[in-house]
């Protein structure tokens, strides 16, 4: 059963169209995590939430935002896409802090293409 | 500034071979290490933790060594379901996220 989800899969906006990407989980875990992966990159860090508190990586653009409106469900929203931004966006969870004994959870991914 | 440096691929080895990957990390304060697979246009997933003593699962054997910085992963007896980008990964002291590097690419052919 999936444990991570994210909606949609794939998406395709145009430059500077909002868009917003979906992820739930069913693990009740306290920390949600956004990543942005570009073609033959490490997955980069945008932002986590432990709990509600949200932490921003300091070079996080402003133009990505992100809403936690409970437990399970995290938004990213990308309000002005530029072609730059086209990347898969990879949602993680954990239990709690990251440690040698408490595993990330990735979803599938939501592949994003900026027309 | 927190790096994570692999070995550049792709690897192209025969069925069978032994590979191994190398990483190295830049923070002496790091505290926790993993490999991790990731297929292609999928998510990563966890491989394994690698502790200091080192570890080994089935074909998997992990490596830390602190004083070099340095983590590796040697795969035994390589199948083709073995290809895949394999990602070192770090988590440093004080914070609570994954550090990665950019991966090795690993292709196993008949």
């Known amino acids: 059963d999936a444990m991570v989800i994210q909606n949609p899969r794939y998406q395709v906006t145009q430059f500077g169209k909002p868009v917003t990407l979906s992820c739930s989980q069913t693990?009740?875990?306290?920390?949600m995590y956004w990543y942005q992966q570009k073609s033959s990159q490490a997955p980069k860090l945008l932002f986590h939430?432990?709990?509600?508190?949200?932490?921003n990586e300091a070079d996080t653009p402003d133009n990505f935002q992100s809403r936690r409106p409970n437990t399970s469900f995290c938004f990213l929203d990308i309000r002005s896409p530029g072609l730059g931004d086209a990347a898969m966006y990879l949602c993680?969870?954990?239990?709690?802090?990251?440690?040698?004994?408490?595993?990330?959870?990735f979803g599938p991914g939501t592949r994003l293409t900026v027309l | 500034r927190k790096e994570v440096e692999q070995d550049p691929g792709p690897f192209n080895v025969p069925e069978g071979a032994t590979v191994a990957f190398n990483c190295t990390y830049s923070?002496?304060?790091?505290?926790?290490f993993f490999w991790y697979r990731q297929d292609c246009r999928k998510e990563p997933k966890l491989l394994m933790s690698?502790?200091?003593s080192g570890n080994e699962d089935g074909r998997f054997t992990a490596q830390l060594n602190r004083a070099s910085q340095y983590i590796s992963l040697l795969i035994r007896d390589s199948k083709l379901s073995d290809s895949a980008t394999y990602l070192c990964?770090?988590?440093?002291?004080?914070?609570?996220?994954?550090?990665f590097g950019k991966g090795t690419m690993l292709l196993v052919s008949p």
């Open positions: 993680a969870t954990s239990r709690e802090i990251l440690s040698s004994y408490n595993e990330q959870f």
């Open positions: 693990l009740n875990h306290n920390v």
């Open positions: 939430y432990y709990d509600k508190d949200f932490n």
């Open positions: 923070n002496s304060a790091s505290q926790s």
């Open positions: 690698v502790y200091s």
């Open positions: 990964v770090v988590i440093d002291s004080g914070y609570s996220t994954l550090t």
